[in-house]
Antibody
Framework: QIQLVESGGGVVQPGRSLRLSCAAS????????MHWVRQAPGKGLEWVAV????????DYADSVKGRFTISRDNSKNTLYLQMNSLRAEDTAVYYC???????????WGQGILVTVSS | DIVMTQSPDSLAVSLGERATINCKSS????????????LAWYQQKPGQPPKLLIY???TRESGVPDRFSGSGSGTDFTLTISSLQAEDVAVYFC?????????FGQGTKLEIK
């Protein structure tokens, strides 16, 4: 059974940093690309970042480029999102998700809420 | 970026009736060499993460009831629920994965009439 469990969310002041983690189990983690997708309260879905299965390539939404860094540790089956210089508009539920043969997302975590507020 | 526009924003359908949700992309998501449309549909129920329903525009994900179907090509796509059940109340999103960044439609809220 595939499981993706996010952690590390919470309330943070504007300009500060936060690191999200996503613990994966039930599938060969090192074989799949992984994504972060976010959803602001009551809003739609916004793709944030992707990392290739081996970590060799990464890509980001323009809205987070230069502030967020996606990474992974395949020995620990864990995906990360380092978020720096946080803004109020980064407030959202952050989901990690697994892709398959293309960037459609076949499995999602339950999500973790990040609130950026003073 | 490819803009995905869904219609309608909300929809109320009677139980057992057909529900149709449309999704239009600002440019074609058909990859000519493979003849595949890079288009997926997701269902999101309140308090839950999105769930993959359809990929490659018309391939139903394993375990998804066959009342859900996807169609269309190029820039115009449709998600059809042939006979609405109570458990289908949700928000539905389309997503293109033809180009980076992958982008989602704004969502269509489906309710029971």
């Amino acid at each position: 059974q595939i499981q993706l469990v996010e952690s590390g969310g919470g309330v943070v002041q504007p300009g500060r940093s936060l690191r999200l983690s996503c613990a994966a189990s039930g599938f060969p983690f090192s074989s799949y690309g992984m994504h972060w997708v976010r959803q602001a309260p009551g809003k739609g879905l916004e793709w944030v970042a992707v990392i290739w299965h081996d970590g060799s390539n990464k890509d980001y939404a323009d809205s987070v480029k230069g502030r967020f860094t996606i990474s992974r540790d395949n020995s620990k089956n864990t995906l990360y999102l380092q978020m720096n210089s946080l803004r109020a508009e980064d407030t959202a539920v952050y989901y990690c998700a697994k892709d398959r043969n293309g960037w459609y997302l076949e499995d999602w975590g339950q999500g973790i809420l990040v609130t950026v507020s003073s | 970026d490819i803009v995905m526009t869904q219609s309608p924003d909300s929809l109320a359908v009677s139980l057992g009736e057909r529900a149709t949700i449309n999704c239009k992309s600002s440019q074609s998501v058909l990859y000519s060499s493979s003849n595949q449309n890079y288009l997926a549909w997701y269902q999101q129920k309140p308090g839950q993460p999105p769930k993959l329903l359809i990929y490659w525009a018309s391939t139903r994900e394993s375990g998804v009831p066959d009342r859900f179907s996807g169609s269309g090509s190029g820039t115009d796509f449709t998600l059809t629920i042939s006979s609405l059940q109570a458990e289908d109340v949700a928000v539905y999103f389309c997503q293109q994965y033809y180009a980076t960044p992958p982008t989602f439609g704004q969502g269509t809220k489906l309710e029971i009439k």
